[in-house]
């Protein structure tokens, strides 16, 4: 460990000493002069399809994810959709086309 100089610092409590002084500057900054402002959301100027998609934006959307990787809230493994890959996207899609509310996008 080194001080500010880039002295090592051989003694473990004036090591402990620096680390302290080091988080004191880094955590205890004070508040910004200027905080950042969000006036109006966005959704009204942006230009967002919010139709059904289609089964082959599904079928694209499952095809782009990754495998190996932890599996979400659902526990659905990656794999386990690409395996049969045509079953999922008309699942997803009937789920999906069933459920649309043109005023909400589904959450899950």
């Not at 969000?38 to 998609?53: H, N, T």
Request: with cysteine.
């Amino acid at each position: 460990m080194k001080d500010k100089d880039g002295k090592r610092i051989p003694i473990e409590d004036k090591q402990l000493q620096r680390w302290a002084e080091y988080f004191r500057e880094v955590l205890n900054r004070p508040d910004p002069a200027k905080r950042a402002c969000m006036a109006q959301p966005l959704a009204d100027k942006l230009d967002i399809d919010c139709c059904v998609p289609t089964k082959t934006e599904i079928l694209k959307a499952i095809k782009s994810l990754k495998n190996n990787k932890e599996p979400g809230k659902h526990n659905i493994i990656t794999q386990v959709l690409k395996t049969g890959i045509r079953f999922p996207t008309d699942w997803l899609y009937d789920l999906l086309y069933k459920n649309w509310n043109a005023e909400t996008i589904p959450e899950d």
